[in-house]
Structure formats: structure tokens, C-alpha cells
């Protein structure tokens, strides 16, 4: 079975800081994907970042990247020059395979409030 | 390119009645997701579901819910006999058939309120 876990349950950041967002998670699996997604206060469910636990490389997207520590089985989010509209909850989740069509395990979320 | 369409976005129903949730995936995708978010958690996965075929129901409780995607028209969440514990937001996602992409997109989630 998979788990995720994330132990900040909220935050607080000044504008224009960066920010990270921790996530461990435990597996298994010798092949898996770790996702971060967001979540504004509207509801919905943005996807913002993809790993593959092949990856040797850090995934980067604009202003966030995800810091992969395969050994401490960690798959932080780093938000660079955070912005207003980056509060909202965020989610660390992870899939059994590095490839597509599989289910999503989700963490409970870090909420995100960026101060002006 | 539409998104994933769900609807209806917000639901009121009194226990005892009939839920029935749409989602019509992305254009081109033929694999959908169910998840349920309750109130201050993250999702959890319940169904995964292709054209006619359920492949994995394991999040999905054993009574009261079912789930199908028709060869045509969208997929249908269905929860019989609400009760409140019943009330959350449920999101569908919808992936390609090329297993190379990975990633799922969700829609704009059901809020289903039981009273």
C-alpha cells in the first residue's frame, strides 16, 4: 500500500519569499509518480507538478519545482518568489506506476497563506 | 479543448433520496477517476473506470454506490439512499488512453450536501 504524508497543515509566508512544502511518502514500489496539486478556495484541482521515481533529474515547472529525495522518500514543493494567488491548499500524491492510468493516493494537505 | 465537465457542481439532497453524479471527460480521454474529498481531507480514490469496464473498485464502499462509464454519454456516480456522512465533494479525472501521459485532470468537483 502507498501512503503520503504531509505534516504541515498550514502555513504562513510573506510575498515574494519562497516557500517549501514537505511531503514523505512510502511505498513498495520500485516504479511510481509523485504529483502536487492545488487546490484555490473556488475548489478545484490544478495540477502543477509531475515526478517519476526514474527521474534522475528534478522536476521543474516555472515557479515551482520538486526537490526528490529518492532515499528519504521525500517530494518537497519549492515555490520560488511566492505570489498572492498562490494561497490555497496544497496536495502531495502519489501513483503506484511511473506511467499513466493509475489511481492517485493523496496526502491531507498544507494550507498556504501568502502574506502581502 | 474542454475540460473535464462535471455537474451538476452542487448538489442538496434529503436522506433516504437518490445522488446522481455526471462527469464527462476530456476530449480524447477514455479513462475516468472518482474520488471523495470530505470536508478538510484529501481525495480518496473510489472507482477507475473505462468505456464499460470498471477496472478498479477497491475505494468504492459496498453498499449504496456504483459506478458506470456507457460507450456513450458520461460517467454516472451514483449513491443510493443518502445519508450525511454521505456529504462531500466528489471529483472526477480523466487520463488518456497512452499510458505515457501521466497526468490526471480533474473537473471542478460535485459539492453534495445530505440534509
Known amino acids: 500500500a502507498q501512503k503520503i504524508t504531509q505534516t504541515q497543515p498550514g502555513m504562513f509566508v510573506q510575498e515574494k519569499e519562497a516557500v517549501t512544502l514537505d511531503c514523505t511518502y512510502d511505498?513498495?514500489?520500485?516504479?511510481?509518480?509523485l504529483f502536487w496539486y492545488k487546490q484555490p478556495s473556488s475548489g478545484e484541482m490544478i495540477f502543477l507538478i509531475y515526478q517519476g521515481s526514474y527521474d534522475e533529474q528534478n522536476a521543474t515547472e516555472g515557479r515551482y519545482s520538486l526537490n526528490f529525495q529518492k532515499a528519504r522518500k521525500s517530494a518537497n514543493l519549492v515555490i520560488s518568489a511566492s505570489q498572492l494567488g498562490d494561497s490555497a491548499m496544497y496536495f502531495c500524491?502519489?501513483?503506484?506506476?511511473?506511467?499513466?492510468?493509475?489511481?492517485?493516493?493523496f496526502g491531507t494537505g498544507t494550507r498556504l497563506t501568502i502574506i502581502p | 479543448n474542454a475540460g473535464v465537465m462535471q455537474n451538476p457542481r452542487h448538489l442538496v439532497r434529503r436522506r433516504g433520496q437518490e445522488a446522481r453524479l455526471r462527469c464527462s471527460p476530456m476530449?480524447?480521454?477514455?479513462?475516468v477517476y472518482w474520488y471523495r474529498q470530505l470536508p478538510e481531507e484529501g481525495l480518496k480514490f473510489m472507482v477507475y473506470?473505462?468505456?464499460?469496464?470498471?477496472?478498479?473498485e477497491s475505494g468504492m464502499p459496498k453498499e449504496r454506490f456504483s459506478a458506470e462509464f456507457p460507450k456513450e454519454g458520461p460517467s454516472i456516480l451514483r449513491i443510493q439512499q443518502v445519508v450525511r456522512g454521505d456529504s462531500a465533494a466528489y471529483f472526477c479525472?480523466?487520463?488518456?488512453?497512452?499510458?505515457?501521459?501521466?497526468?490526471?485532470?480533474f473537473g471542478p468537483g460535485t459539492r453534495l450536501l445530505v440534509l
Open positions: 476530449k480524447g480521454h477514455s479513462h
Open positions: 511505498t513498495s514500489d520500485q516504479s511510481y509518480g
Open positions: 479525472a480523466s487520463s488518456p488512453e497512452d499510458r505515457g501521459v501521466v497526468t490526471q485532470y
Open positions: 473506470l473505462q468505456k464499460e469496464n470498471i477496472i478498479d
Open positions: 500524491a502519489m501513483s503506484r506506476f511511473n506511467f499513466g492510468n493509475e489511481k492517485l493516493t
